[in-house]
Nanobody
Framework: QVQLAESGGGLVQAGGSLRLSCVAS????????MGWFRQAPGKEREFVTA????????FYAASVKGRFTISRDNAKNTVYLQVNSLTPEDTAVYYC???????????????????WGQGTQVTVSS
């Protein structure tokens, strides 16, 4: 079992920045990849970015590339999401997720991930 806890969300004006955190606990040694997703009201959960736990390889959704940065601190079992140049379209609940199955790299489907946090709300005002 892996437990995930996000924090760092909040209300920010357009153009602003936030840093979201996701702390993993439990069987963290079994994590292969960590991802961030988001879900806006009335919309499906959307892939944002992911990072491999051991090597730190990353990939991003086109909509956030150049504005968002994922990183991890293995010593703290924490993954970060730096979100910059926010727009109202970035308003959503942001979730982190853990994938335990090594193999394919570009895992962008929610069903690829095994464990989820409770989410943290990001609201961007215009």
């Amino acid at each position: 079992q892996v437990q995930l806890a996000e924090s760092g969300g909040g209300l920010v004006q357009a153009g602003g920045s936030l840093r979201l955190s996701c702390v993993a606990s439990g069987r963290t040694f079994s994590i292969y990849m960590m991802g961030w997703f988001r879900q806006a009201p009335g919309k499906e959960r959307e892939f944002v970015t992911a990072i491999t736990w051991s090597s730190g390889q990353t990939f991003y959704a086109a909509s956030v590339k150049g504005r968002f940065t994922i990183s991890r601190d293995n010593a703290k079992n924490t993954v970060y999401l730096q979100v910059n140049s926010l727009t109202p379209e970035d308003t959503a609940v942001y979730y982190c997720a853990a994938d335990l199955a090594p193999g394919s790299f570009y895992k962008t489907r929610a069903t690829d991930y095994d464990y989820w946090g409770q989410g943290t709300q990001v609201t961007v005002s215009s």
